[in-house]
Each structure stands twice: as structure tokens, then as C-alpha cells.
């Protein structure tokens, strides 16, 4: 039995039977829970979780320096592809201090909006040109050192990026991204190492970015001694032209490419999966492949609406991500995700409350590779979410109904492995989180 050190008394809490009235958790030296009991009256020296509390939130697919672009995209109209274009030009103003100050910020606003574990789908590698730095992950190393300072853990998705195009050899900023083949990638990821509140995991841009011939090198790289494999993100079918030129030049959809070279499986996730074949789903499905919808940037970038209760139908887990941070709000994504099939099915509750709160935490806990998370329970990391029930939103709200009715702006406390990271809405340790966001966003236009 784990040795408390700390308990708090949540009003309501969500356990993984549901939501549960008047329940102690109690937390050991190890920031792991020793004890959970429901129906409890509060002891004096808990501390109280006024609300809804729900396991901290696991943000799946990432790319923090993309936050720079918030708000600055919308006067042109244009296609995700226009959009590309200013993300490049982002990109090829940053190097490491700003990369570590623009993700330290992100880190910082992911944790007042309840995200306790973060997947970076991290491929902006190398100096302009394709310099390489002194520390050849010298911009890795500055998204673990930002989710420290956040109090957040993170997986690091470390990303292959060989062309820019099938055939087509990477171009200006984009060689920033290169590592030569995945033989190079592989040398110059292994080096870096887990810690205890980082993973490292690995990802392939997409079929777009790496030729087939190199796919079978990754899923090796990953595969560790006794074959299970790290964690494997890819991009997949975001956009119809990418289907397009993979059936042109390899006569079979992504999703069937990734298929033949071995990439699907439960330790993969695909990320998006919008323009699926029912094939394709099938295939992600039968593979228990994760599907990480991100519905805020799918919407943001005009993609279209993905199949995500045909996946999750077929045996995909659902898992979900801020992508982009148009918005910075897992409560929304996971409202869109059911919104978003309202709107295509006219049908009303496509899924249930419960499955909603699975894909923020317990399915994005597993995609990122940390299967002992998610969950309030014996044994888990005491990760603590605290929704307000008493705010413009959320008052007059059923407590196992909130979660659709309550924004980012209801999270109240924030507890990451038994520490409180954000309480009363205030980050304990960042501090002034928009201060931070503007001083990391100007800098980086202003260079
Ligand atoms: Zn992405």
C-alpha cells in the first residue's frame, strides 16, 4: 500500500464506471494514486475540487510552434495548401529559443485548458538549409525542456520528413525537416532518451513525405527487443489530393501503403483519416490502428468531416488533438466530434458521453504511450481535471452532461502526477500565460 501524502474530495468526479457524487482520492509520495472511494464525505485535510474533476487530458497531435499562426490566416480565404504556405514562412523564422519559447507558452495554455500529456508531431529538425545544429536535436531537446516548464508530460513524436512530395525532393524551408533517409533519422533519434515525464515515440509525416521503400526501416526502428513497438503517428488522408497522388503513383489508397509495409497496428495512430475508402476503414479497424481526429483544424483548414463513428464501428480507438491551436480546447474537440456528425448523419448523440471522455484521455493516453494514464484509479498518475459547474457556462448543467456545455475557460485546477500545475485558473508556475503567448508569438514575427 502507497504511503499518502495527499488527498483532495471531488464534488463530482468521473471514474471509470462514470460520474460519481462525493469522491476521495488520495495520492502517494509518487504522484500516484493510492485510493479512490466514491460516495465519501470529505475529510479536513482534503483539499476540495469544487465541480466535475475528469482525468487530465491527453492531447494527441500537436505541432506547437503552428500556435504563432492563430488568428493571422483568415484574410485571404484560400485552401489548406494556401494556409501551408504561411506555416512556412513561420517555420523558417524559428531556431531554438523561440522554439523553446513558443512551446513553453503552448505547454503553459494546454495546461489552463486541462492537458496534462502532450503528443508533439515534431519534424522542424535542422538549421535553415539543413545546417545541422551542434546538438543534432537541439530542437527536440527544447520541446522537453518546454513541457517541464509547463508541468506537462510529453511524447515526443519525432518525425521523418524525406520529400516533399511523392518523388519530389524536399525544397527551401522544407530542408529543414531532412534527414537524408530513415537509416539518418533512426541514427539521430536514438539518442535521445525517456525520462520520467517524457516519451519518446517517433512519426512519419505522411505518405506524401516518405517514399514506401523507407517505411519498413521506421516500423524497425520502433520495434523495441520483445517487439513492441514505441508509439508511430502518421498523417493520413487529410486531404483528397494526397489519396490522389498515392493511387497515381502507387496504385493503392495511403491507408492500404501504410497496410502492405507493416505501419498499422495498435501502436500506430493515424492522424485525421478524413478521405477513407471503406476499405480503408476496415483495414484501420481490423488493425486497432487509433484514429486521432482533430476537428477544430480539420474544420480551420476546410478538410472535411472524417468517418469517426464508421472507425470507431469498425475497432479503431478514437483519440483527438488541438493540432494547429486554432483553438486550444479538448472539451471543443470533443464536442466537434460529435457536432461534426450531427451535421452529417442528422442524427443527435452519434456517441456517448462516455466515449467522448475516453478519446480525451484513456484512448490518448495509450496512442501517445502512456496506458497507465487516463483514468482516475489505483495505480494511475494522479492526473486531476476540475470543470467549474457554477460558471455562465456550465450552470444548470447535468454533471455527466457538462463536458458539452463547458469550454477551456472552466478548468479550474489542474493536477499533473499529484501536483497542482493550475489552480484557481492561474498557472502556478508560468504564471501569466497570455503575457508569455504574446512575448513568444511577437518575437518570432518580429525576427
Ligand atoms: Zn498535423
Known sequence: MRCVERSWWCEYAWLPEGPVAGVRVQVGHDGVIARVEGGALRHDDDSILAGLVLPGLANVHSHAFHRALRGRTHAEGGTFWTWRERMYALASRLDPDTYYDLAAAVYSEMALSGITCVGEFHYLHHGPGGARYGDLNAMSEALREAARFAGIRLTLLDTVYLSAGIGVPLEGVQRRFDDGDAEGWANRVCSMQDDETTRVGAALHSVRAVPADQLEDIVDAVTMDGGERRPLHVHLSEQAAENAACLASYGVTPTRLLADHGVLGPSTTAVHATHLTAQDID????????????????????????????????????????????????????????????????????????????????????????????????????????????????????????????????????????????????????????KLLTSAVSRCWRN
Open 283 to 434: 483495414l484501420l479497424g481490423a488493425t486497432r490502428t487509433t484514429a486521432c481526429i482533430c476537428p477544430t483544424t480539420e474544420r480551420d483548414l476546410a478538410d472535411g468531416i472524417g468517418p469517426a463513428r464508421a472507425l470507431a464501428d469498425a475497432g479503431s480507438p478514437l483519440a483527438l488533438g488541438t493540432d494547429q491551436h486554432a483553438l486550444l480546447d479538448m472539451l471543443e474537440e470533443a464536442r466537434a466530434l460529435e457536432m461534426h456528425e450531427r451535421l452529417s448523419s442528422g442524427i443527435r448523440g452519434r456517441f456517448e458521453l462516455p466515449e467522448l471522455i475516453r478519446a480525451m484521455t484513456t484512448s490518448g493516453h495509450a496512442a501517445l504511450g502512456w496506458p497507465e494514464a487516463g483514468r482516475i484509479a489505483v495505480g494511475a498518475p494522479a492526473d486531476l481535471v476540475c470543470i467549474r459547474l457554477d460558471s455562465v457556462r456550465t450552470a444548470g448543467a447535468l454533471p455527466e452532461q457538462a463536458v458539452l456545455a463547458a469550454t477551456a475557460s472552466d478548468v479550474d485546477t489542474v493536477v499533473c502526477d499529484g501536483r497542482v500545475i493550475v489552480a484557481d485558473r492561474y498557472h502556478q508556475t508560468a504564471g501569466d500565460v497570455a
